[in-house]
């Protein structure tokens, strides 16, 4: 991602306004915290209570009033901390991230970032800034047919509108988008409009910290932990309800691919009556709206893979097609982390105890309960069985479902994700 065009400096006055109004209103927030929904409330327009206004007055006018949860949001995001979505709301996932941002740092995991804390994590700092649209933007701009024999027909997926692109391009909902210009129409900008976005980094420079990666199936989330053993990104993750027991193991990266192609088999698709209908495979090219996203990395034979996703909005939970679904703008981040033969363990669940203890984190088994009632165990599925196939770079040709397939370790090395 290129950067963004910085924001207009305010005046002295309202720089001092806009600072004495955020004291009092992460204040109010630290001595009366948002309690939870009982459902998962990142999209629930209910999940914090209205602020006093002096939290109000942060805001321009027409935004979220909830305008600090936001900036908790942004700083975990640009830390790699991901909440999910950008949306000023105080809901379980962004609960649970700033949980995992305390225990990475050796804080107590109460989910309420202190005044320390919020400063350690510089909460606050430039949280938004400027973009004016290119013809690059619109350029991105595309139709995505619903049926599988249009979309292999196309040379690639692409966004469907601008307001999908800057919302996946800023990790923010839509709505919040919106409320953040609300003198804009998402729905009819053009080349040369500016908007108000949050300042995140969605192609960090790549450093492959990463030693290990954990990911807790019935948590629904991925941890990255470096050589120390420290947690340096959390992001959470959607998987496959199909097999998922069979997922339950000890991996390692193989491969990686940018834009890759994805091979759809009807054979996956049993509930699709167009599916059974083709009765024969097609090659689905890339793009954001491929099925398995902007980025794939490669975890063995069989098509098991961590990838991204057309459908950020249903990140966190079980999904009944994929392996390890990240929203694009975290897988992209994750393969600037992880390099190939970094390790996956893959559990039922993961607890990490503090910063300072460098020993496993705590597991459990599976409880396929708590799943899609999948009690099938990893000795009953052959490896050449694929819950998904393997996607494919281009000009590159494997077939995931021989007993003798060898993936290509070379496929989109990390060196090409820099």
């Not at 959607?238 to 193991?249: T, V, Y």
Request: proline share 10%; aromatic share 8%.
């Amino acid at each position: 991602m290129q950067g963004f065009p910085p924001a207009t400096a305010p005046c002295a006055l309202e720089l001092l306004r806009r600072t004495l109004a955020w004291t009092a209103g992460c204040a109010l927030i630290a001595l009366f915290p948002p309690k939870l929904d009982a459902q998962d409330s990142d999209t629930d327009p209910g999940a914090l209570p209205a602020p006093a206004p002096a939290v109000q007055s942060v805001a321009q006018p027409g935004i979220f009033s909830a305008i600090p949860v936001a900036w908790w949001q942004i700083a975990l995001d640009r830390n790699h901390f991901s909440p999910g979505f950008i949306d000023g709301k105080y809901g379980r996932k962004t609960a649970e991230c700033v949980r995992q941002w305390q225990i990475s740092k050796g804080y107590p995991a109460t989910g309420i970032l202190t005044p320390e804390q919020r400063t350690a994590l510089e909460v606050g700092v430039e949280p938004f800034t400027d973009y004016q649209l290119s013809a690059d933007d619109f350029d991105q701009i595309g139709v995505v047919p619903t049926s599988w024999e249009k979309k292999a027909a196309q040379a690639s997926l692409p966004y469907q509108s601008v307001e999908e692109l800057l919302s996946e391009k800023f990790h923010c909902t839509p709505a919040f988008l919106q409320a953040l210009n609300p003198g804009q129409s998402l729905g009819n900008l053009e080349i040369g409009d500016t908007l108000r976005v949050p300042r995140v980094n969605s192609r960090p420079k790549a450093t492959f910290d990463a030693a290990e990666i954990w990911i807790g199936m019935e948590q629904f989330a991925l941890w990255v932990l470096n050589q120390e053993r420290h947690i340096i990104a959390y992001f959470p993750v959607s998987i496959g309800r199909k097999d998922n027991a069979r997922l339950i193991s000890d991996w390692k990266i193989i491969n990686h691919a940018d834009l890759p192609s994805y091979t759809f088999d009807p054979i996956n698709y049993p509930e699709s009556p167009e599916a059974q209908s083709l009765g024969r495979r097609l090659l689905i090219p890339p793009g954001p709206n491929s099925p398995v996203g902007v980025y794939w990395m490669g975890l063995g034979q069989g098509g098991i893979g961590i990838h991204g996703t057309p459908s950020p909005e249903t990140i966190g939970s079980a999904e009944s097609h994929g392996c390890f679904r990240l929203q694009n703008w975290n897988i992209s981040k994750l393969a600037r982390l992880a390099a190939n033969d970094v390790p996956v363990y893959v559990r039922s669940r993961v607890t990490f105890k503090s910063a300072n203890d460098s020993s496993d984190p705590d597991t459990e088994p599976l409880d396929a309960t708590k799943e899609s009632g999948q009690t099938k165990s990893l000795s009953d599925t052959s490896p050449a069985e694929s819950t998904e196939p393997t996607p494919q770079a281009p000009n590159q040709e494997i077939d995931p479902y021989a007993s003798d397939a060898t993936p290509n370790p070379s496929i989109g090395a990390p060196s090409q994700a820099q």
